[in-house]
């Protein structure tokens, strides 16, 4: 009789599932560990294209602050061939401070009155003694360029600021005023401002006092978030150059 006993036949089906079981899962197997190489090799990549645009940005920003050392170490050398004075400042004419990327520089005098800006018209008897930018240089000189947090600066309509500035050390070692660059935040994200970015996309400058200098959100510009506590400084503390 060729006909499967009732054993053989059940024993047969066992095996045609099992056979198809372990197929659909070497199947699933093959699919999942696909999924997870593809995944792993699109994080890779993503990686290695953040890292690169990082690297290009932080020529850029690089580039912009060294414009403003520049020209605040320029005229806190000849600041005294300048002249000026509270009731007349004297209107700065020079090409290494007549840059597009700056707004507003002025001179500031020991008792913070600005003596000469290339502001028009120049502002009559305007004092910034009590601006960060200024009296945090009256105690010492750091030979450093002061990164301000950005600020509305009213004087010039209540547009978005941020002051880099220096201090003027007179030949014998006191102070003698600070050398002040405004300029605008987007200045820094303008490097992307051409570049096909999606609406998730953030670039950022963060200061190490986790106030952001400039931001751009897709296409969105903004600045001064508080980033304090986040992640970003806290690995930033911990691994200062590197990726997270």
């Known amino acids: 009789n060729s006909a499967l006993s009732p054993r053989s036949l059940k024993r047969t089906v066992v095996l045609i ?43 850029y920003v ?39 990327l700056f707004d507003v ?19 009559v008897n305007m004092n910034s003694a009590d601006r960060i930018g200024f009296y945090i240089h009256r105690p010492k000189d750091s030979r450093r360029l002061y990164i301000g947090e950005p600020k509305k600066v009213y004087t010039v309509g209540g547009k978005m600021l ?24 987007d200045k820094f994200t303008d490097f992307y401002s051409d570049a096909a970015v999606r609406p998730t996309d953030v670039i950022s400058v963060i200061g190490l006092d986790g106030i952001t200098r400039a931001r751009r959100t897709g296409n969105k510009a903004s600045s001064g978030e508080n980033l304090r506590g986040l992640p970003v400084m806290a690995f930033q503390a911990q691994y200062p150059n590197g990726t997270y």
């Open 162 to 185: 941020m002051t880099l500035s220096r201090r003027i050390t007179e030949p014998d070692g006191s102070f003698g005023g600070v050398v002040a660059i405004q300029m605008d935040p």
């Open 105 to 123: 520089v002025s001179i500031a005098n020991e008792k913070g009155d600005i003596v000469a800006t290339t502001w028009k018209p120049p502002p």
């Open 17 to 59: 599932v099992t056979f198809s079981l372990l197929l659909m899962a070497l199947a699933w197997t093959v699919v999942i560990e696909q999924a997870q190489f593809e995944r792993s090799e699109a994080i890779t990549a993503a990686i290695r294209q953040n890292k690169n645009r990082a690297i290009a940005f932080e020529q």
């Open 62 to 100: 690089t580039r912009t602050l060294e414009a403003a050392n520049v020209a605040t170490l320029h005229l806190s050398d000849k600041h005294a061939s300048i002249g000026g004075t509270a009731a007349n400042p004297r209107w700065i004419d020079d090409p290494v401070v007549n840059n597009d």
